[in-house]
């Protein structure tokens, strides 16, 4: 007998029911609420009623066996399955564009477990960022990792998207922040990896999973680094004259052994358009927040030492009020007024760069997309928010106000001008944002023969080729 895709379908959805009743949905309305992510063309396409996908089954399991059950039935069955967290991805990541089963991992809310000693949490994938941070700080704890999405992401999408918050300087990126973590893969069941993440038995398999975007397998809880809310966090603001000294204090200050944890250098234009708006001010210029935190002492050397460094670099010290108004306002940038809204085109050319390429990348991206669209009124507003002992990576915001009847063809071309001119510079074509359908055509510019090994591995982890299909150039 032939199995129609229909009659295949029901199958699927018969035997998800039999095992998780009524955690199992094909109602309209349900999966109307998975077609779009926070990618521009699946916004785009969504608003025009053209949805760029939709599951024909969303499931939302209530205990980490009930994935591994999900991930086995759509490895059985052949049909496709895409983890979605918060859905706050810029990427298209979680869109089910090969139709199938969603998983929507809202259910998994349970924070397991805190070691005050270790200092770290064991929670579930679904658990919301605001809200674990919320009961960690009511412990006198926090987790370091504060991306500017933290009201809608979760942890699993942090994980799985290999993302980066405000204070990453200073605490590092969430694969910095994580110690293990349990996940179902198609060979069945679920998996532990190695309890800490320094260790000499075998290669890492937790990293293996972070930044895999749902294509190995679904991550269903995670133990995760925590530190102890600071006794102190201190703000400063200065003004360099240029990216390039800006860029050089910085990198002066981090190599001997400072760790502001907010870095933040706005580059003129994003000055006028981006920090002025919200911190209230008329200003122009190469603006910079530092923050530094910790025990009062170690904090104040740290911005005594950062805003000598500054200063030899011919920066002028600003009312340090500024800093605290752009942290207490840091979050306005993404909410009206200020966030763009539909019929604009908008993306984040997110791009990350070693030291002797940064000054390059960035006047790559000057040229080849702020330069040549400024005359449909396109503004590229790029900051510097991510520092590292080698480098700095660029948060490239472009804007178009209107797109007209062929915005999505300029939308490819923006990024597709955008990322040619940072990969030709030598820069890495993203930081935290991930790669999701988005970037997934530039893989095999980025990772040349790498990306067969990515596809070998991918093979073996999922011979089927049930996770997130169409994913990541894999
Ligand atoms: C306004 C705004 C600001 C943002 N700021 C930041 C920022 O400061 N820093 C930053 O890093 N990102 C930022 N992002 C991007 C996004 O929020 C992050 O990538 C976030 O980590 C995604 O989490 P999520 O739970 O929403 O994941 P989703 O969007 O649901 O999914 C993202 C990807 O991860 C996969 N996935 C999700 N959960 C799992 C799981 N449990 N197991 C396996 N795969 C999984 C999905 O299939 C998809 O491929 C921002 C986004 C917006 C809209």
């Given at each position: 007998m032939t199995t129609t895709p229909s009659a295949a379908r029901s199958n699927v959805e018969a035997t998800l029911i039999a095992a998780l009743g009524d955690a199992v949905s094909t109602a309209p309305e349900r999966l109307d609420a998975?077609?779009?992510?926070?990618?521009w063309p699946a916004l785009h396409a969504a608003a025009a009623g053209t949805p760029l996908a939709r599951p024909d089954i969303v499931v939302r399991p209530r205990t980490e066996d009930e994935v591994a059950e999900v991930v086995a039935i759509a490895n059985e069955h052949r049909t496709p399955v895409v983890p979605w967290g918060g859905g706050s991805g810029t990427q298209g990541g979680c869109l089910p564009i090969r139709g199938g089963i969603v998983?929507?991992?809202?259910?998994?809310?349970?924070?397991?477990?805190?070691d005050e000693r270790s200092m770290t949490v064991t929670a579930q994938a679904g658990v919301n960022g605001r809200r674990l941070e919320a009961e960690l700080n009511a412990r006198g704890l926090m987790f370091p990792h504060y991306p500017a999405s933290v009201e809608w992401a979760t942890v699993g999408g942090y994980i799985a998207a290999r993302g980066s918050g405000v204070?990453?300087?200073?605490?590092?990126?969430i694969e910095d922040l994580l110690l293990s973590l349990r996940v179902a893969t198609p060979a069945g069941g679920l998996m532990d990896t190695v309890a800490v993440p320094r260790h000499a038995v075998g290669p890492e398999l937790t990293q293996l999973f972070v930044g895999s975007e749902g294509t190995l397998g679904v991550i269903t809880s995670a133990t995760l680094q925590l530190v102890p809310v600071p006794a102190e966090r201190r703000f400063a603001a200065v003004s360099f004259p240029s990216i390039a000294a800006g860029t050089d204090a910085i990198r002066r200050t981090l190599q001997l052994g400072h760790r502001p944890s907010v870095v933040r250098m706005y580059d003129d234009v994003a000055t006028q358009l981006t920090f002025a708006p919200v911190v209230g001010e008329e200003l122009s210029g190469v603006y910079t927040v530092f923050a530094f935190e910790g025990e009062a002492e170690a904090a104040q050397l740290e911005e005594r030492r950062t805003l000598e460094l500054a200063t030899e670099a011919g920066a002028t010290v600003l009312d340090p009020a500024l800093g605290r108004r752009w942290w207490d306002r840091r979050y306005d940038f993404y909410h009206p007024p200020h966030n763009p809204e539909l019929p604009s085109i908008w993306g984040t050319l997110d791009v990350v760069a070693t030291y002797d390429r940064i000054q390059a990348v960035y006047d790559a991206l000057h040229s080849a997309v702020r330069e040549p669209y400024a005359d449909i009124g396109l503004e590229l507003r790029m900051h510097f928010s991510h520092w590292y002992l080698w480098g700095t990576m660029i948060y490239g915001r472009f804007v178009v106000p209107d797109g007209g009847p062929d915005a999505l063809a300029l939308h490819d071309r923006i990024w597709e001008d955008g990322m040619t001119a940072a990969l030709d510079a030598g820069g890495v074509m993203n930081d935290h944002h991930g790669v999701g359908i988005k970037l997934g055509p530039y893989m095999r510019r980025q990772h040349g023969a790498a990306l067969d090994t990515m596809r070998q591995i991918k093979a073996a982890l999922d011979p089927n080729g049930v996770m997130n299909p169409g994913k990541m150039g894999l």
């Open positions: 998975f077609v779009a992510d926070t990618y998983i929507d991992l809202c259910g998994l809310d349970q924070i397991l477990a805190i204070l990453s300087t200073r605490y590092g990126k």
